[in-house]
């Protein structure tokens, strides 16, 4: 997850930038702060085990983020565009929540309750994410978008 939440903050920086919609860009932009809260608990994690933080590539993270450049490629209509962004966001909050859902026991195994907690937390964090981006979703107004 810390590679995971790493390559996040950067395509969330790349959605706020090309968001139209000022409401969607400000959604952008809160997750991406909180996604970087997610990178700087993850290393204090890694801290309280006496571990560096190492990234491991995520090849369904790096897919999501290809599928994106490949879709953006294409010139989409803007409001097309920003319709994609929210879904690979819902995306990308649903697959953070199933990580985290399971590392949480996989940490209180060996009796890191503490650390379980924290990612108990940040996956809490995912699924309010997942909700305000789901809230985006459903305002979405598919009236300007154009059929291609």
């Not at 369904?60 to 994609?84: S, T």
């Not at 879904?87 to 890191?112: D, F, M, V």
């Amino acid at each position: 997850m810390y590679y995971t939440e790493q390559q996040l903050v950067d395509a969330l920086e790349d959605l706020r930038e090309g968001a139209v919609d000022e409401e969607v860009e400000e959604a952008f932009s809160e997750h991406r702060e909180e996604t970087q809260g997610h990178v700087d608990r993850l290393e204090d994690i890694f801290q309280s085990l006496d571990m560096q933080p190492e990234a491991s590539e995520d090849p369904i993270v790096d897919a999501v983020i290809e599928q994106h450049g490949e879709f953006v490629e294409r010139d989409p209509d803007d409001k097309v565009l920003e319709r994609y962004n929210v879904l690979a966001a819902r995306k990308s909050e649903h697959y953070g929540i199933a990580s985290y859902g399971n590392l949480t026991p996989i940490a209180q195994e060996p009796g890191h309750d503490d650390i379980a907690d924290r990612l108990e937390e940040i996956m809490r964090e995912e699924q309010d994410a997942l909700d305000e981006v789901a809230q985006l979703d459903e305002e979405f107004d598919f009236g300007d978008i154009p059929a291609e």
